[in-house]
């Protein structure tokens, strides 16, 4: 049986599934809770797929989504 994987922060079980441990001062442990939330499924079911698509999208598609409003105004001379 393999050792109980521990928390770099607070030093406690991780546990299986992730739960939050408190600090001895009270406070939840900011690493538990990162992990307990990367564990969950995401809220929006469109979530994922912009965790997916990530910096992924090129300059040319977003100067297509952006051409139609022309170019700035600062630009026109007054």
């Known amino acids: 049986m393999s050792a109980p994987t521990l928390c ?3 030093g406690l079980s ?3 599934p992730p ?3 408190r600090l001895e001062d009270g406070r939840v442990c900011p ?7 990367m564990s969950l499924p995401p809220a929006l ?6 965790e997916e698509a990530g910096d992924e ?3 040319d598609e977003l100067e297509a989504e ?3 409003y ?3 105004e600062y630009d026109r001379p007054a």
């Open 66 to 68: 952006t051409s139609e």
């Open 45 to 50: 079911p469109g979530s994922a797929k912009l």
């Open 19 to 21: 739960r939050l441990n």
């Open 57 to 59: 999208e090129s300059e």
């Open 70 to 72: 022309g170019p700035p």
């Open 31 to 37: 690493a538990c809770a990162d992990r307990l939330l």
């Open 14 to 16: 991780a546990g299986h």
């Open 8 to 10: 770099i922060h607070c």
